[in-house]
């Protein structure tokens, strides 16, 4: 079992950066995929980033690819979201997400996750 804290969210206006970390209790940070989701205000739990173990391969949902950039250093037990060129439609509770597995696959579904931090809240205005 692994718990998860999400730091490094706020308020930003459009155009802005910021830098989300998660820490992972365990040691064994290496074995988990990890990822980010994030919920805005009355819509459902949205995929934005994952990563596999080593951090060699790196998905993105497609309205955040080329501004946000997903990694992670294990030896520190942290994951990160880098995101730059935020924009208001990006306004939401971003949540990291872990899942052990053995081999690579892309998950997207919040469902094949059985980790997760409490958010941390990410509101950009415009």
């Known amino acids: 079992q692994v718990q998860l804290m999400e730091s490094g969210g706020g308020w930003v206006q459009a155009g802005g950066s910021l830098r989300l970390s998660c820490a992972a209790s365990?040691?064994?940070?290496?074995?988990?995929?990890m990822a980010w989701f994030r919920q805005a205000p009355g819509k459902e739990r949205e995929f934005v980033a994952t990563?596999?173990?080593?951090?060699?391969?790196?998905v993105y949902t497609d309205s955040v690819k080329g501004r946000f950039t997903i990694s992670r250093v294990n030896v520190k037990n942290t994951l990160y979201l880098q995101m730059n060129g935020l924009k208001p439609e990006d306004t939401a509770v971003y949540s990291c997400a872990a899942r052990i597995s053995s081999f690579w696959t892309t998950k997207k579904d919040p469902n094949d996750y059985a980790f997760w931090g409490q958010g941390t809240q990410v509101t950009v205005s415009s």
């Open positions: 365990t040691r064994t940070v290496g074995s988990y995929v």
């Open positions: 990563i596999s173990q080593s951090g060699g391969i790196t």
